[in-house]
């Protein structure tokens, strides 16, 4: 199992730090929006960098980059359809972003729908969602449709359920708030939202959270159930298919104030 340790940047960012199974002294970063506290955690830590993934292009996943590739030999890696700072590999679905030396090796899913270039980076039982996934909520929709939106997160929830969902940002006690007005009466939300906040109280993250739990808890990969169809319906006013339940619940969710 991969060590991964989280690096936190602004407000509510996580930049995660993956431990090299085959080199513990080196570590490769995910979406590094700030240098600084990549910088600190390394020297603190007595780390070497030696790779940074990208999802997408936002500059709270990307500011950082440039810096951070003046460090030496570092590895870069991003998604082929959007402009990135550092020139780093250009992945798409299909594509693998490997660190032979290091032990460390992700197959690329692409997943459009806040930034029309999006990718996931999956292996080792875990995935770096970005800003697509969230526990207990998702991203929302800058780029793309609805329905490439409710594409993606399907993609996401069709991984083991064993899979750790690394994503971009501490939000999950505000999403399980919502969770909770889609679905009153979803038991492992209520409890899950108390673990959460107990959690955020000691100052402590609640990612990764696993792709089982999300099912369970996030109404965005929740599209199929009766309950959350039975809802977004009775706000529509008329029959919806799965894409425009997920639209109608995301447009909800831009509004709602916990
Ligand atoms: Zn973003």
């Known amino acids: 199992m991969l060590q991964i340790s989280p690096v936190r940047a602004f407000a509510d960012n996580y930049i995660w730090a993956i431990h090299a199974p085959a080199d513990p002294r080196q570590v490769v970063v995910v979406d590094p929006g700030d240098a600084e506290p990549v910088r600190q ?56 972003a490997a660190f032979p030396a290091l032990g460390l090796d992700f197959a690329v899913l692409d997943i459009p729908g806040h930034t029309a270039g999006h990718i996931a980076y999956v292996g080792h039982d875990v995935v770096f969602s970005g800003d697509t996934l969230f526990s207990a909520g998702c991203g929302r929709v800058f780029e793309g449709t609805a329905e490439q939106m409710s594409a993606s997160l399907a993609k996401l929830a069709a991984l083991p359920e064993r899979t750790l969902v690394y994503c971009g940002h501490e939000y999950t006690v505000n999403n399980l708030a919502f969770a909770l007005a889609v679905e009153p009466d979803n038991a492992t939300a209520a409890e899950y939202l108390e673990t959460c906040r107990a959690k955020r109280s000691r100052n402590e993250a609640t990612v990764p959270s696993s792709i089982g739990q999300e099912r369970n808890v996030n109404p965005f990969l929740r599209c199929d159930r009766h309950t959350v169809k039975q809802v977004a319906e009775a706000r529509a006013g008329r029959r919806l298919n799965q894409a425009e339940v997920f639209a109608v619940i995301r447009q909800w969710k831009d509004g709602f104030k916990s």
Not at 43 to 64: E, K, Q, Y
Not at 69 to 87: K, T
Request: charged share 25%.
């Open 41 to 96: 955690f390394l020297s603190g830590n007595d780390l070497r960098l030696a790779g940074i993934l990208m999802t997408h292009h936002h500059p709270d996943h990307v500011g950082g980059v440039a810096e951070l590739l003046r460090e030496g030999s570092v590895q870069a890696f991003g998604p082929a359809n959007e402009r990135i700072p550092g020139d780093p590999a250009r992945m798409r679905e299909g594509d693998r």
